[in-house]
């Protein structure tokens, strides 16, 4: 039984921060890229965020120098620090590990799991 539950959500004024976590069970996904991608209504799910190893990171160029993502192995959770909000990040942010060991790249069909998906609100 993999599940992957997301935290952290909420509303926040533009300029504010938020953390984001993901807590995975079931299994270890240390080998295995963890990512985060969001999706607004009415549009197309972005990428966000991805690591693996807890080393090499990536980012999607709307969120590049604002969101940190890092990851507790031992957890087994993946964190998502959101500085610098604005009303565009509104979302639905989910948590995804990918289907291949050390993938942790954008593409949404090469993640496997996902969580349920944390609200994210960013208000003017």
């Known amino acids: 039984q993999v599940q992957l539950v997301e935290s952290g959500g909420g509303l926040v004024q533009a300029g504010g921060s938020l953390r984001l976590s993901c807590a995975a069970s079931?299994?270890?996904?240390?080998?295995?890229?963890m990512g985060w991608f969001r999706q607004a209504p009415g549009k197309e799910r972005e990428f966000v965020a991805s690591i693996v190893g807890s080393i090499r990171t990536r980012y999607g160029d709307s969120v590049k120098g604002r969101f940190t993502i890092s990851r507790d192995n031992a957890k087994n959770t993946v964190d998502l620090q959101m500085n610098n909000l604005k009303p565009e990040d509104t979302a639905v942010y989910y948590c995804a590990v990918s289907r291949s060991i050390y993938y942790y790249g954008g593409s949404e069909n090469e993640y496997a799991y996902w969580g349920q998906g944390t609200q994210v609100t960013v208000s003017s």
């Open positions: 079931g299994r270890t996904f240390s080998p295995y890229g």
